[in-house]
């Protein structure tokens, strides 16, 4: 028989195991909570993109953008509907690159516009970037994400990155596709240059 300092000291670790237990127990589920709600922010992140891509603001710049590359390069100087796009895609760039998007997503949801459309806006990129004194760091993020996005499609259909990429046969195809996108310009959206000079 146990004595009662016994007794006390064996329910003192009964009630030390199963406050450990407790604990463990609500971190875990505490762990799983934040998981699922990471989860759900992904899904919701990438829907608000989606429905920003396609909203009629963009699809007029879009319009308006791949109508100016169809004609040939983009005159020096600012142009609101390819800084519109550039900038949509370094925003993806950067969910991606910080892990609040994940590559699969952005390449479900963008890879098709977003690797026509880098392949198609190079030239302005470089142009954007000596008009900046060579800064590399402008619109890096979509470089970035343009660089992920075609590795993630060359691993999906299982062929080289060379063969992933788009051709400009296949950018001039998807410009003229974006083409017939028109829609009349929304509310407040500038039609005239800015002085980004992007």
């Known amino acids: 028989m146990l004595s009662p300092e016994a007794w006390t000291a064996l329910a003192a670790w009964v009630t030390a195991l199963a406050t450990i237990v407790l ?7 505490v762990r799983w909570q934040a998981k699922e709600q990471r989860a759900l922010h ?3 992140l990438a829907l ?3 429905d920003r891509f396609t909203s009629a603001e963009m699809r007029w710049h879009r319009q308006q953008l791949s109508t100016m590359l169809i004609q040939g390069p ?3 100087g600012a142009n609101e509907s390819s800084r519109r796009i550039l900038d949509f895609f370094d925003t993806i760039g950067v ?3 910080n892990g609040m998007l994940s590559t699969e997503s952005a390449w479900s949801d963008f890879w098709w516009d977003a690797g026509h459309y880098h392949e198609a806006l190079a030239p302005r990129i470089l142009w954007i970037r000596a008009q900046h004194g060579n800064d590399p760091t402008l619109h890096s993020d979509f470089d970035d994400l343009f660089r992920r996005l075609l590795e993630y ?3 999906m259909r299982k062929i080289p990155v060379a063969q992933a990429q788009p051709t ?8 003229q596709s974006e083409t017939a996108l028109a829609v009349a310009p929304p509310l407040g959206v500038s039609t005239t240059a800015t002085s980004s000079g992007r």
């Open 23 to 29: 604990v463990w127990f609500t971190l875990m589920a």
């Open 42 to 44: 992904a899904v919701d």
């Open 48 to 50: 608000r993109l989606s």
């Open 74 to 76: 983009l005159p020096a």
């Open 95 to 97: 969910l991606v690159g």
């Open 153 to 155: 499609e060359s691993t």
């Open 168 to 175: 400009p046969a296949a950018v001039t195809a998807f410009l």
